[in-house]
C-alpha cells in the first residue's frame, strides 16, 4: 500500500528522467499531448506524486490503495496490463508508466499551489522543510480538533502528511497508544514522540526491500498490522482490528497493551491550536 515512503522512493527512481525530453506520452487525460516537452522535476508531497514539465505544468497523480509507477527501459517488457495504464511517459532512455492510479491530473503551477488537496496537505514528515518545525506545525495542526481519536487524526493528510494505514497501527503500538481515545487526551511530548518516531521509520524505509517497522532479524516485517488474531508480541494477548473513521480504515491494535499508554490530559497549559480545517 503506498504511503509517504512509498512515493518518496518513487520519486527518488524517476528523477533518473529530468532533463529529458518526452518521446512519446499517452494518459487518461483527453488531448493531453506532452510530446517534445522537458522533464524539470519530480516531487513527492506526502502521498502525492508531481512531475514537473519545464518548470511550469505538472502531471499530477494519487496511487491511494493500488496505484503504482514503473519505471522501465524502453524494450523492457511490462509487469502490469496495458490496459491498466493511466499515464505513459517516454524518453530516449526510460519509460514510466503509472498503473491503476485514480487520480491523474495536468495542473499549472498556479493550480497546484491551489488545488484542494495539495494546498490542504499538513507537514510532510519526509519533506525537505527544517525537521523541528516540520513537527512543531503538525503537532498544532492535530491539536486543531482534540475530540478526534488519535487513529483518525494522525492518518490525515491535511494534519501531518505522509503516515499512512500500517504506519498508523504499527505506530501507535510501538507507542503503546490507544488508537481510539482522543488526541484531546494526549500531551504534546507523547505525540511529538509519534511524530518523530513516524519520520524516523519513514526514513529507514526508503531503501530497497519491503517496508518494515520491526528490526528483529528474522521476525515479520510489522507488529499488528494486518495480524488480527495473532498473539501480540509484547502481552500475547490476541491483536484486534476495528475500522476507524468515515472511510471505515482498518486500525490493528493489542486491546491491553495499547490501553494503558495513554498519558494524562494536559493540566494548566494552555493549549496551542492550529488552523480551522
Ligand atoms: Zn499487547
Redesign the pocket.
Known sequence: MPEGDTLHKVAARLRVMVGQTVTRFQSVIPDLDLVGRTITAVEARGKNLLIWFDADHALYTHLRMAGSWHLYRPDAPWRKPTTAARAVIATESWLAVCFYAPVVEWLSAWEVEHHPVLAALGPDLLGPDDAEQTLDVALQRLRADPRRPLGEAILDQRLVAGLGNVYKSELLFMERLDPFKPVGDYDDSTLRRLLENGRKWLRRNLGDGPRKTRWDAGRANTWVYNRSGEL?P????PIAMRRQGALGRTTYY?P???QSGAAEPPRGRVMVRGPAR
Not at 234 to 237: A, E, P, V
Open positions: 501480540c509484547r502481552c500475547n494477548t493489542c491491553r497493551c495499547q
